[in-house]
């Protein structure tokens, strides 16, 4: 539920405004009204809405002065009540980014266009800030490092290093540790267990892991549709690439471009 404060110094507004308009029908619920723009000041610190309605035009303190004071302490959305007279003095308040502005009397339908506009922004911004939580720099992502495994060392394998070069420069093709191991003159289970002893994983983590690294080098270039880099990292379907993607990665592969969107536009979500 969007939180709503309103402040307004005509009781017959102000209340019409709280009473008449089904709020719970569009999601939002009154948490609180003033009747100037001092007391109003004093409720958006406390209860820190996400949308503020406020007249212009109240004793001790006017609409305008309580934004400019409240922003400074956090974000939220502000729709401005005004009347034909006050109009060109509230196109000023553009500085405070007021989201719009509503002629008295309230037209319901617009105010409802209007919060639905908004809720829409907030999810977005939401969702937004979702996918910075959940994911990592592009420098960070690196799920594999095959290079790592031709170090010589006491566990080093021919035939290990043999299996490390097949997904290297086949990845993109169906290759099984089974073939490989018929291929190489060794038994599977022979083979499966060397691969465990040198990397801790499996072959087809290993294989997995290095597919979806290249499906988000594919992904970042922009030139390709999910479904093409499925097909050119060796996934395939294009449901096994999107599950193997989001289990490594966290995000589905839609989401992941979106994320990369965001972070080039540098969208960055509401301070609250």
């Given at each position: 539920?969007?939180?709503?404060?309103i402040?307004?110094d005509e009781?017959?507004?102000?209340?019409?405004?709280i009473?008449?308009?089904?709020?719970?029908?569009?999601?939002?619920?009154?948490?609180?009204?003033?009747?100037d723009?001092?007391?109003?000041?004093?409720?958006?610190?406390?209860?820190?809405?996400?949308?503020?309605?406020?007249?212009?035009?109240?004793?001790?303190?006017?609409?305008?002065?309580?934004l400019?004071e409240?922003?400074?302490?956090?974000?939220?959305?502000?729709?401005?009540?005004?009347?034909y007279?006050?109009?060109?003095?509230?196109k000023?308040?553009?500085?405070?980014?007021?989201?719009?502005?509503?002629?008295?009397?309230v037209?319901?339908e617009?105010?409802?266009?209007?919060?639905e506009?908004i809720?829409?922004?907030?999810d977005?911004?939401k969702?937004i800030?979702?996918?910075y939580?959940?994911?990592?720099?592009?420098?960070?992502?690196?799920?594999?490092?095959?290079?790592?495994?031709?170090?010589?060392?006491?566990k080093?394998n021919?035939?290990?290093?043999?299996a490390?070069?097949?997904?290297?420069?086949?990845?993109?093709?169906?290759?099984?540790?089974?073939?490989?191991?018929?291929?190489?003159?060794?038994?599977?289970s022979?083979?499966?267990r060397?691969?465990?002893?040198v990397t801790?994983?499996?072959f087809m983590?290993?294989?997995?892991?290095?597919?979806?690294?290249?499906?988000?080098?594919?992904?970042?270039?922009?030139?390709?549709?999910?479904?093409?880099?499925?097909d050119?990292t060796?996934?395939?379907?294009?449901?096994?690439?999107?599950?193997?993607?989001k289990r490594?990665?966290?995000?589905?592969?839609?989401?992941?471009?979106k994320?990369?969107?965001?972070?080039?536009?540098?969208?960055?979500p509401?301070?609250?």
């Amino acid at each position: 539920m969007l939180k709503v404060l309103i402040v307004e110094d005509e009781d017959v507004i102000r209340k019409g405004l709280i009473h008449t308009i089904d709020w719970i029908s569009i999601g939002c619920n009154i948490i609180g009204d003033a009747c100037d723009g001092e007391e109003g000041l004093k409720l958006i610190e406390k209860c820190r809405p996400d949308i503020v309605i406020t007249d212009i035009k109240m004793p001790f303190m006017d609409g305008i002065t309580m934004l400019e004071e409240a922003l400074k302490k956090y974000s939220f959305y502000s729709i401005l009540l005004t009347s034909y007279s006050e109009f060109e003095y509230a196109k000023k308040a553009i500085s405070l980014k007021v989201y719009e502005y509503l002629l008295k009397p309230v037209d319901e339908e617009r105010l409802f266009e209007i919060i639905e506009k908004i809720r829409s922004e907030i999810d977005n911004k939401k969702f937004i800030e979702d996918l910075y939580k959940k994911t990592k720099k592009d420098e960070d992502i690196k799920l594999v490092d095959l290079d790592i495994y031709y170090l010589p060392s006491e566990k080093s394998n021919y035939y290990v290093n043999k299996a490390l070069d097949e997904i290297k420069n086949n990845y993109d093709k169906k290759i099984s540790i089974e073939t490989l191991a018929e291929g190489m003159g060794v038994s599977t289970s022979y083979l499966s267990r060397k691969f465990k002893d040198v990397t801790n994983q499996t072959f087809m983590d290993v294989l997995t892991k290095y597919r979806v690294q290249r499906a988000i080098e594919l992904l970042e270039t922009g030139k390709y549709r999910v479904y093409e880099v499925a097909d050119m990292t060796g996934f395939g379907e294009y449901k096994n690439f999107c599950n193997a993607f989001k289990r490594y990665i966290n995000l589905s592969p839609t989401e992941f471009l979106k994320s990369n969107s965001c972070i080039v536009k540098k969208c960055h979500p509401i301070d609250k």
